[in-house]
């Protein structure tokens, strides 16, 4: 599919809506995605001496990492050394109409760089601010360094990632940076701008993604303090009942069964003919894992596509395992496309879609390369070929080389 055949859907809930994102890698990242895709104008800013590294990641798709075009579509990129006086007095001049300022920097970064977001909120005070980092704004572990491992770790997600009695397997996608992080930044930007169309007042808005990742526990949290042990692989929604759990097939491929209410579990046990379980998908303790062991029998004597065909015009919540490389092919995605091409790299269509007929009318735009807007964005304020020549000089935006490729494909160059 061609980069330009490809409409998205229309969602101009945030147009007109400017965003500066100084973040990098993926939480930030991908909160300012999400604002792109609804029709915000963010402007990315990236250090002059090669931007975000994520642009440099592998695998490469002409020069640039599929990583970073799949989470900075719809956005510009503009060069500036926030440490140099002359890069942050643009920042200033780009704050003056600009309505969210987004950053990933650890706490205490922004104000060594003279950027204290308690000042910038005095100076425009219908600024949006959205600080995302590891451990938040304030207590003893706000200096301390993360990844998602970590996070997902200190707030009891990844102990909870496990079989009975086994030891916590790694996730294969960033809960923390992305559930507990983008997703909560965007949700709290778009609350407080709604906030701000009333009252004219912004926000600083503290992210913490440990936290986030700690909300996703809260029916874990209140069932424990309720007296349910809630045991890694034990508990009502991690395994513990044979009417939600993963069975193996033939194949070695999975099923997966989640008919946790009567009417999904009568309907499951009647296609397979044993009518004999019936009532007995929510027994837990030596009684539901000999259910359990009946059920996985049954589901190892045939392969996932025989599984998949028998069950799949029963209403009895049982789907698939997908393997990664299968996704793009499922019957599903492709009847709503959700995937496309874009600068050669496969991307995932935002969820938030609007309801109406003529839905797919806008196109995508690429990610950007580094500092391929600094020119458009100085002229926009008003800066000279000569004032914009000086910068360079100063050190305050890339040295002229934007857009260099990395491998013939028009990317800048680390």
């Known amino acids: 599919m061609s980069e330009t055949s490809h409409a998205a859907p229309e969602t101009t809930f945030l147009k007109g809506v400017k ?8 939480p930030g990242p991908f909160a300012s995605l999400l604002l792109a895709d609804m029709g915000a104008d963010v402007l990315k ?4 001496r090669g ?7 592998p695998p490469l798709v002409d020069g640039v990492g599929a990583f970073y075009a ?5 956005k510009r990129s503009m060069t500036l050394d926030l440490k140099c006086a002359q890069g942050r007095e643009v920042l200033e001049r780009l704050l003056e109409d600009r309505d969210v300022l987004l950053e990933s920097f650890r706490p205490g970064v922004m104000a060594r760089l003279g950027l204290d977001p308690q000042g910038l909120r005095e100076r425009f005070p219908g600024l949006v601010i959205c600080s995302v980092s590891g451990f938040g704004q304030s207590g003893p572990a706000r200096d301390r360094a993360g990844h998602d491992l970590n996070f997902v770790a200190r707030a009891g997600l990844l102990d909870q990632n496990a079989r009975a009695g086994e030891a916590p397997v790694v996730p294969g996608y960033q809960v923390a ?3 507990g992080g983008a997703l909560y930044a965007a949700l709290g930007i778009c609350g407080a701008l709604f906030a701000r169309s009333r009252s004219g007042e ?5 992210i913490s993604m440990s936290e986030g990742a700690l909300s996703l526990m809260a029916p874990a949290i209140a069932m424990r303090a309720a007296g349910e042990a809630m045991a890694p692989g034990q508990g009502m929604l991690s395994g513990g009942l044979p009417c939600y759990r993963v069975y193996e097939t033939a194949d070695g491929r ?4 989640a008919a946790l209410e009567p009417k999904f579990w009568e309907a499951l046990i009647g296609a397979l003919k044993k009518p004999e379980l019936s009532g007995r998908g929510m027994l837990s303790g030596e009684d539901g894992e000999e259910v359990a062991a009946e059920l996985a029998s049954i589901f190892r004597s045939q392969p996932q596509s025989h599984w998949e065909q028998m069950l799949g015009e029963v209403d009895c919540c049982v789907e698939p395992v997908r393997e990664l490389g299968e996704l793009v092919d499922d019957a599903i995605y492709q009847a709503r496309n959700v995937f496309f091409e874009l600068q050669g790299v496969r991307q995932v269509r935002s969820p938030v879609r609007v309801v109406a007929d003529g839905n797919d009318v806008a196109a995508h735009r690429p990610a ?34 934007e857009g260099v490729s990395v491998a013939g494909g028009g990317r800048s160059t680390p």
């Open 19 to 26: 965003v500066l994102d100084l973040s990098r890698l993926l």
């Open 45 to 48: 800013i990236e250090d002059p």
């Open 51 to 57: 931007g975000d590294y994520a642009r440099y990641y």
């Open 70 to 74: 799949s989470v900075n579509r719809n």
């Open 177 to 179: 940076d992305l559930a």
């Open 202 to 206: 912004g926000a600083w808005l503290d």
């Open 254 to 257: 999975y099923m997966a069964v």
């Open 368 to 401: 950007p390369e580094h500092g391929e807007h600094t020119e458009e964005v100085l002229n926009a304020l008003g800066y000279t070929s000569e004032a914009i020549d000086a910068l360079r000089r100063q050190g305050a935006i890339a040295q002229g080389s």
